[in-house]
């Protein structure tokens, strides 16, 4: 009878020590390579692994004498490529915290969401009164040449820049191979004012829709945490990341939308007016940005290539305005003092006086809710046309009420501060108001609806941009008659 005998273990055909330290670098690896605190959980499954494999040290020398070489190598690969699938799915995990954690810092608040709360304000976006543009020449031809880099869509206030941009959005939204990313200066959100906060909102969004994208902001994130995004020096780190980003591939085919770029804080507009000038010139990507016509802006646009001013005039909006009056009028139906009668004079007078501003018609349409049914009529024909007349209008009856002086510094603490104020913090500024409780203090906000404006029950800002220039322009003896008391 023949003897068998297994052939001796050698470096070359099985070292059962060199496979066990091998994957117990793996493991150790994973560990040591996390550039972020993990949950305990995921710490203790990696010491798991590691203590297990030094059992399986133990228990592998204990079999080797009756087991064959060629199935324990069988059995180490087995075990090696289990661990390394479970190392892989970890690693994988680990990436996807850190990945979401990263996204989380970068978000400063939704443009979609800011997108929802805009059209909400303004009555809903109805698509008669933006589709004119999409039917205007300059904007067929930036959707359609390649060559045109930037549209800038400007024109005076309250010519319904801002949802007309919103129209856009929804319109760009229906191509399914285009990506699309866009941020609105609102002074109602004082996160939302500066050039560094408009990069935070488009790159969150960015990679909100993309998660691949994350990686152009993890390469400056790794380093430096939620610190990259704080701060005056963040803008140079953010606009380096949508640079990087700009170059990938997946965005060849895509839009960024900046609204009322004028609104911008004015120590970072600069900068911000600057990046878009350079992106648009040396990126496929297109830019969308809105803004008052200014000659500051114009000055700088000019070193842009491809690009196409598209000025918003009275004329270039009459009709969407018309339809704008039409539609509010129908809404009156539901009004407690809607009368046909009524409705015909108030289409009458809105379509008389509007003289393209959908600011001055949505004023009106507010001031006429908060009339008594009885008093419908002699309100409407008290109301003048022009925005600045209507806010001329709106402010007499705050100087006559018993309370006119905490008006006055309510309106007067609005327009110096330069951000929206709270409830909380009114009190504070306004001495005699810490006796009033806080559904008092929203009836006074209330009764400066004119011009001031409760969102989220606890935010007080100006209804519009131009409340805030009127009173600044055309009532500061009003808000101002003591200089020493300001």
């Known amino acids: 009878m023949e003897t068998v005998q297994n052939a001796p273990s050698t470096p070359s055909s099985y070292d059962w020590r060199a496979k066990v330290e091998s994957i117990k670098k793996k493991a150790s690896s994973l560990r040591d390579d996390r550039k972020q605190s993990e949950p305990e ?14 059992n399986l040290c133990l228990d592998v020398k204990g079999l080797k004498s009756a087991v064959r070489d060629q199935d324990l190598n069988r059995l180490m690969k087995t075990v090696e490529s289990a661990v390394h699938n479970q190392t892989q799915v970890m690693r994988d995990h680990y990436k996807v915290k850190a990945n979401f954690k990263c996204l989380r810092d970068l978000y400063i608040g939704s443009p979609e969401d800011s997108k929802e709360d805009i059209e909400r304000e303004n009555g809903g976006l109805l698509k008669d009164s933006y589709s004119w543009i999409l039917d205007h020449d300059d904007f067929r031809r930036f959707n359609n040449s390649p060559a045109s880099r930037l549209l800038w869509v400007n024109g005076e206030p309250r010519t319904g820049k801002t949802m007309l941009l919103c129209g856009i959005i929804d319109e760009l939204k229906k191509k399914p191979s285009l990506t699309l990313s866009y941020f609105f200066f609102r002074s109602t959100e004082d996160h939302q004012e500066d050039a560094s906060s408009a990069l935070r909102g ?73 990046l878009i000038v350079e992106l648009s010139t040396s990126f496929p990507a297109k830019w969308i940005v809105s803004s008052r016509s200014s000659r500051v802006i114009k000055r700088k646009f000019r070193d842009a290539e491809g690009i196409i001013p598209l000025k918003v005039t009275k004329d270039s909006i009459s009709q969407a305005v018309n339809f704008f009056i039409h539609h509010r009028v129908d809404e009156m139906k539901h009004s407690e003092w809607y009368d046909p009668k009524i409705k015909e004079v108030v289409l009458e007078n809105l379509l008389l006086n509007a003289n393209g501003s959908f600011l001055w018609v949505d004023l009106v349409c507010k001031y006429l809710k908060d009339c008594a049914p009885w008093h419908a009529r002699k309100c409407l024909s008290e109301t003048p046309p022009g925005v600045n007349e209507l806010y001329k209008r709106m402010l007499r009856p705050i100087l006559i009420l018993p309370d006119g002086n905490d008006y006055q510094q309510i309106l007067a603490k609005a327009c110096i501060k330069g951000r929206p104020l709270t409830l909380d913090e ?4 306004v001495p005699r108001l810490k006796k009033f409780s806080q559904e008092t203090l929203k009836e006074i906000i209330g009764n400066c609806g004119s011009f001031l404006t409760l969102t989220q029950d606890t935010t007080i800002d100006f209804l519009h941009p131009s409340a805030r220039d009127y009173l600044m322009e055309n009532a500061k003896d009003f808000l101002f008659p003591d200089s020493t008391k300001v």
Not at 245 to 254: S, V, Y
Not at 268 to 274: M, P, V
Not at 426 to 429: A, S, V
Request: proline residues 3%; contains cysteine.
């Open 41 to 54: 959980e995921l710490e203790l499954q990696l010491y798991t692994i590691v203590n297990t494999l030094e």
């Open 202 to 274: 488009i790159i969150w969004l960015l990679c909100a829709n993309n998660m691949a994208l994350i990686s152009y902001v993890r390469e400056h994130y790794d380093n430096r945490g939620n610190k990259l995004f704080e701060g005056g020096s963040s803008f140079t780190p953010l606009a380096c990341i949508l640079k990087n980003m700009l170059q990938d591939p997946c965005l060849r085919d895509c839009i960024i939308i900046i609204d009322a770029l004028d609104e911008c804080s004015d120590d970072t507009r600069k900068c911000l007016i600057n």
């Open 426 to 429: 009114l009190p504070t500024l």
